[in-house]
């Protein structure tokens, strides 16, 4: 599938989103506060769309994602990996919160995490949404990306993709850095088992924190949260940028090592270059269709838009203006 119809398909998600926040929050609020069934319809439509049009495309789904086996020595590091970028990732997000709330917080206290069983919390959040966004990000869109001769266009793009999916800045910013590190780990292991472990692993840790916090403390997540001063946020910044500085190193070592283990020697460095790779061709026909495909195209650019004013919530003050408008006629 080439990088306009992945393109395409990520406008029609954002679309699909955009509308089905409305049609929730409008005609179905109860669903709203139901964890699994919105996350469900939300997971939903981030890969419904982007697996339709490789299905259109005619392709082959399973190697088409990359679901290849993997050796156990590869899982392992896998886990090691996890827990050695688990400070990126927690940096990006207290550097985010200096201009914005923390997103999840304020979505678990809507859930009412407290007294829910810990099963309906960790299911759709630690499961099903790893499980969707990997293929749909680092599957779907990444490989569709990739054609176009990029590893490093494709790794960054769709990041971002993967990033504007959260619908918010907070979110955004670690899941931009998460998209990166999953790239890195897919190329090196050569399977998207990886990514998907990876990415349970990330949302189930913090999925516990979570839930064992608002378990044993009777103040919400949400007040619990705005205790939090700008002089603790900066100290917290700069000891996690120390931690990152010692652990990142020893992240990309596990990566080298994983990728020498799955016999992937070498693809991480080819990962990072930015000039586009030049592939043989099987025929002037093929030669021609990879000059056409761009990732950067109309129906990016318009998605991208949408999400902006979106996240911004000026789309959404918009749109209930002209709601306002028609029905007062």
Partial sequence: MSGKKANRAFLITIICYIGLCYVIGLFFPELGSNLFLDNLMVELVILLPILLFALFSKE????FLGFHKIKIGTVLMTILFTFLSMPVITLLNLISQLWVDNAVVSMMDSYGIGGLPFWKLFFPVGIIA?????????????????????GFKAMMLSAVVFALFHMNLNQAMYAFGMGILAV??????GSLWTSIIYHSLVNGSQTILLY???KTDTTSLSDQAQMVTTDYLLFAIGVYMMLTAVM????WAVLVWISNHEGNNGI??????IKRAKEPT???????EKKKDKTITVSLVI???????????LLFEWVNRLIILLMTR
């Fill in 268 to 273: 991480l460095t080819k990962l990072w270059t």
């Fill in 184 to 189: 890195m780990l897919v190329e090196a292991s």
């Fill in 130 to 150: 790893p499980v969707f966004e990997e293929v749909s990000s680092r599957g779907a869109y990444y490989r569709s990306y990739r054609k176009t001769g990029s």
């Fill in 303 to 313: 998605a991208l838009i949408l999400c902006v004013l979106a996240m911004s919530g």
């Fill in 60 to 63: 082959k789904l399973v190697e």
């Fill in 248 to 251: 990142l190193p020893v992240a």
């Fill in 282 to 288: 099987a025929n002037l026909e093929e030669s021609v």
């Fill in 212 to 214: 064992f916090v608002a």
